[in-house]
């Protein structure tokens, strides 16, 4: 029988460029992007992430470096 994990799933659809306040949590104190294996997600919102993130940069919404 597997065991499964507890944790947290977020859905694709929330994943935007303008949810400023949820990207902001996967992003480390130096501006970085963090790891799948410390977000706990899978690949597929990983990937999402790092691109809204980056999209996000890009309007200027979220800064490429934190002071």
């Given at each position: 029988?597997?065991?499964?994990?507890?944790?947290?799933?977020?859905?694709?659809?929330?994943?935007?460029?303008?949810?400023?306040?949820?990207?902001?949590?996967?992003?480390?104190?130096?501006?970085?992007l963090?790891?799948?294996?410390?977000?706990?997600?899978?690949?597929?919102?990983?990937?999402?992430?790092?691109?809204?993130?980056?999209?996000?940069?890009?309007?200027?919404?979220?800064?490429?470096?934190?002071?």
């Amino acid at each position: 029988m597997k065991t499964t994990k507890n944790t947290k799933k977020i859905e694709i659809k929330q994943i935007d460029f303008r949810n400023v306040a949820l990207l902001s949590k996967y992003i480390n104190q130096s501006g970085r992007l963090m790891t799948r294996r410390h977000n706990k997600t899978s690949a597929k919102e990983q990937r999402k992430i790092e691109q809204e993130v980056k999209r996000a940069r890009y309007m200027a919404l979220l800064p490429y470096i934190k002071q």
